[in-house]
């Protein structure tokens, strides 16, 4: 298919993960990082096995854990404790780090070229990002900046080696498997998690069926399958439209103000995305010289 039918695609992604943050506040305000991320994780793992039928073998299985840790349980865990200890402007941030980490990891493991002009698209990712959601009362807890660093950093290589050691099989296949895996590895944390699981309502299964089935189930196969066919750097930057899609949702749903710098920020960040893409397009190849 056409390079921009999967970069339009992929960018779904990241625009349903923009909703994250409004499903999180609204409707789990009761549950802790844990919890949420386990949940969101192994039934809607388990739900894309019952329908692929497929379960991975031989060496796929260490790299399926490896791979749902650094995707999943880390991530997510860190992510959703940065956004507890962090104002949201911060921890958006932070997760603003994400490409430059997947650039420099798809140098080191992919022998991907670092082209100048992405690291720029990159930074300026980073400013428009700042713009949406910085205020002036923003501040900085130490451990929360260093939990949404290390969180970044996490997809990030899980980004890369999602491209590296994709198997044989369907992106839904795949999505199926990590997301398996990453809930496994959080289950045996369940019990120190201080939710009462007496207290879930019937909006946080709403919220999390979400979470789950959408804002994971769906979002990743359309991710892993942008990973697939474009560069990590590429899909990558696509996710400064995660903070965008928030902050628009925010506007609408919430009825948050919408400033000026709001506005620049969006620009911005709409120009780095597509200063990124040129930046990262597939350069043709070169025709010998006619003797």
Known sequence: MPRNFDLALTAIAPVIWGSSYI??????????PLTISLLRALPAGLFLLCLVRQLPTGRWIPK????????????????????????????????ALQPFFVIFA??????????????????????????????????LDPLGAIAGIVGSASMALGTVLSRKWHPPVSALTFTAWQLVAGGLLLLPFAFFAPTNWSTITGMNILGLGYLGLIGAGLTYVIWLRGIARLQPAVVSILGFLSPLSAT??????????????????MAVVLVSVFLGQYALRPRPAHKPLAT
């Open 106 to 139: 798809a140098r080191i493991l992919l022998a991907a070229p670092i082209r100048a002009l992405s690291l720029i698209a990159v930074a300026t990712g980073g400013v428009g990002v700042a713009l949406l959601v910085l205020t002036s009362d923003a501040g």
């Open 248 to 265: 628009l949702l925010g506007w609408f749903i919430l009825k948050e103000a919408l400033g000026v710098p709001q506005a620049i920020g």
């Open 23 to 32: 499903v999180t506040t609204q409707l789990l305000p009761n549950l802790d």
């Open 64 to 95: 399926m854990f490896i791979l749902g840790a650094l995707n999943f349980s880390i991530f997510w865990s860190l992510l959703f404790f940065a956004a507890y200890r962090l104002p949201g402007g911060v921890a958006a941030i932070m997760g």
